[in-house]
């Protein structure tokens, strides 16, 4: 692909994105009364199975994000994108003909399983841009991300309320199939197939990738960063019911959520091209920092308005990170193992959002929903020091060596 083309790529990925991420979140609002309707009536039944049947996503994605990524290598990041797409579009529309619980229990996993359009996406921009201008083009792809993740549940909520939960599911499988064949008949890709000379297998694939300094760090810092925003969020509802009593809670809990991402969205070419200039380890580290100083004094709030301030800060600060991360992965993996490379990344990525809700809903349990943004906080602070020591040293030394070898 010639290098001229990137933008057109980027455009049309972004698009894409919005649209898949806004059909993949359409269904949160109402899956607990999906399963109501499946059969599950008891209360206790119904946040059991809502919490299994969420997280068995991010299970079945986080085994098998690995293979996608070595398969991307082999034949391609477009094939995975049409994998995931078409895969996904299948699925979701199997999804509004669940018989039950276990039914819809399996059709999860199996969306987990195929599903990586976001990252794959993400993985073929980052190899077919110009290297000096990663960050604004995984920034706009964040943005568009984050876009369609504001949209999807309030479109979802809304279109529920209209035509039912089933037609919910072939709306979002008709979304997915559209994106797909989008992808597929205008985004370009110049894939080039390098025989292996040694076979390889996931551990000795991680063991070669994690050898390249900062890369396991990165990988690290991506976990704890899920960790922490993840783990709020189903929780952030009963925190909004205890700053506003008696008001709509489902409409105010929504605005908080929104008005991070809103920040996001806003922030994120415009720091991607920043770190594009001044280096994504630098970015990267400044993000950190703030995210951590805005997100202690959301324990302490007492009104809603309050939270919506901050929360709205937080979503700036998070509009240089992720870009930022993947910027970094980008630039460090070993050549030919670049979606490999990202496949691990994604894997440390699902694997935070799926034990984050968990940790925050026992921690909440025991020390009150305040104790998740300091803990929450302290996690960041976690990772500003695993930047700053090892993160910016080895890019230092990079800098230094490839400055030594001109």
């Not at 280096?279 to 580290?285: E, F, N, T, W, Y």
Request: overall charge positive; glycine content about 10%.
């Amino acid at each position: 692909m010639h290098r001229t083309h990137w933008k057109r790529n980027l455009y049309i990925l972004m698009v894409c994105q919005f649209f898949v991420m806004a059909a993949m979140t359409m269904i949160i609002p109402f899956l607990p009364l999906y399963l109501q309707e499946l059969g599950v009536t008891d209360p206790q039944s119904v946040s059991m199975w809502a919490g299994i049947i969420f997280g068995i996503n991010f299970l079945s994605a986080f085994l098998f994000s690995p293979l996608w990524g070595r398969m991307a290598d082999q034949h391609g990041r477009k094939l995975m994108l049409l994998r995931s797409g078409f895969g996904m579009a299948i699925v979701l529309t199997l999804t509004g003909f669940a018989v039950g619980p276990w039914s819809l229990l399996f059709l999860r996993f199996l969306n987990g399983m195929i599903s990586g359009f976001i990252p794959a996406a993400i993985a073929l921009m980052s190899m077919s841009t110009p290297k000096n201008h990663v960050g604004y083009s995984l920034g706009m792809l964040q943005a568009g991300a984050v876009a369609g993740g504001i949209c999807g549940p309030l479109l979802g909520g809304m279109m529920a309320d209209l035509m039912g939960y089933r037609m919910i599911f072939y709306v979002t499988g008709l979304t997915i199939l559209v994106a797909a064949f989008v992808v597929l008949l205008f985004v370009k890709e110049n894939f080039e197939k390098k025989e292996e000379k040694v076979k390889t297998n996931t551990l000795k694939d991680f063991k070669k990738i994690t050898s390249t300094s900062p890369i396991l760090a990165l990988f690290i810092v991506f976990f704890i960063v899920q960790c922490a925003l993840i783990g709020v969020n189903p929780l952030l509802s009963l925190f909004v019911q205890e700053l506003s009593p008696g008001q709509n809670i489902a409409f105010y809990a929504g605005l908080a959520m929104s008005v991070m991402g809103f920040a996001n969205m806003s922030a994120s070419p415009f720091l991607g091209r920043l770190s594009d200039r001044k280096g994504h380890h630098i970015v990267l580290l400044s993000a950190l920092c703030f995210v951590s100083v805005i997100m202690l004094p959301q324990a302490f709030v007492q009104n809603y308005w309050q939270l919506i301030l901050f929360r709205f800060l937080l979503g700036l600060g998070l509009g240089g990170l992720l870009p930022s991360i993947n910027s970094l992965i980008r630039h460090l993996a070993p050549e030919g193992m670049e979606s490999r490379t990202f496949g691990f990344s994604n894997s440390f990525m699902y694997l935070g959002t799926m034990i984050g809700p968990i940790v925050g809903g026992w921690l909440a349990s025991v020390a009150g929903i305040r104790s998740l943004f300091i803990a929450s906080a302290l996690l960041l602070f976690v990772n500003v020091f695993i930047v700053w020591f090892r993160v910016v040293p080895a890019m230092k030394r990079r800098a230094v060596k490839k400055g030594a070898v001109s």
